[in-house]
DNA sequence: GCGACAG
DNA sequence: ATCTTGTCGC
């Protein structure tokens, strides 16, 4: 599968206009008490997705299967929330971290604000790297603006913007605690869990 | 046409 | 993301 310009492209961007549209955007109330983190390693065309909480219980659940899907900027969650979400099975966080943007996406619906409003819970996007929008400072904070509006905070290398069910603040609060555990943890182990892989 | 472009 | 050697700095 190596679409490049095809219809698909434009009717999954109508997809994400819809979802755009479903974001809300307002203050996560209350101190969320299970927090996850979400990411997915490769080897070649397998892909594992692993998710790591924090909470009462903290738990790791990990989904192994075929990626079909290629990356194509800005349509990400074709290629890792299938996984993701296999991962998360019946699970309902409080809040969770997804390793790719929110609304700092081309057309509002990054990664995050599609596990986001599919699953109906709070989702933040941590980015390592710039989708969209350029970086201004104001008050001492770094702001990702786009078209006039700002839709996330850079603090360090990383990118935070909110998914759906959080506000900017909420963001902004996160992003002051530094690199997320649950986030480096399911990053580490998806990719221990990738090495294992073709052997065990 | 050219440059940019999450993971 | 993944591949992949050496090198710079704390």
Do not use: W
């Amino acid at each position: 599968m190596k679409l490049e310009q095809d219809y698909l492209v434009n009717f999954l961007y109508l997809v994400q206009n819809v979802i755009a549209r479903q974001v809300n955007l307002a203050k996560l109330e209350g101190e969320p008490r299970e927090i996850c983190g979400v990411d997915v390693a490769y080897k070649g065309e397998v892909g594992v997705a692993v998710v790591v909480c924090d909470g009462e219980n903290q738990l790791v659940k990990k989904a192994t299967g075929r990626v079909g899907f290629p990356y194509i900027p800005g349509l990400l969650f074709m290629r890792e929330a299938p996984l993701m979400i296999r991962a998360l099975q019946d699970l309902k966080p409080d809040l969770l971290l997804v390793d790719g943007h929110g609304i700092a996406h081309p057309r509002r619906s990054g990664i995050a604000t599609v596990l986001g409003v599919l699953l109906n819970i709070p989702t933040i996007g941590v980015a390592k790297s710039r989708l969209v929008g350029e970086v201004i400072e104001e008050n001492g904070i770094n702001y990702v603006v786009l078209n006039g509006e700002k839709v996330g905070v850079k603090v360090g290398k990383y990118y935070y913007s909110p998914g759906n069910l959080v506000s900017l603040d909420d963001v902004i609060n996160l992003s002051r605690m530094g690199y997320p555990r649950v986030l480096r943890e399911a990053d580490r182990l998806s990719k221990v869990y990738r090495n294992d892989l073709k052997l065990s």
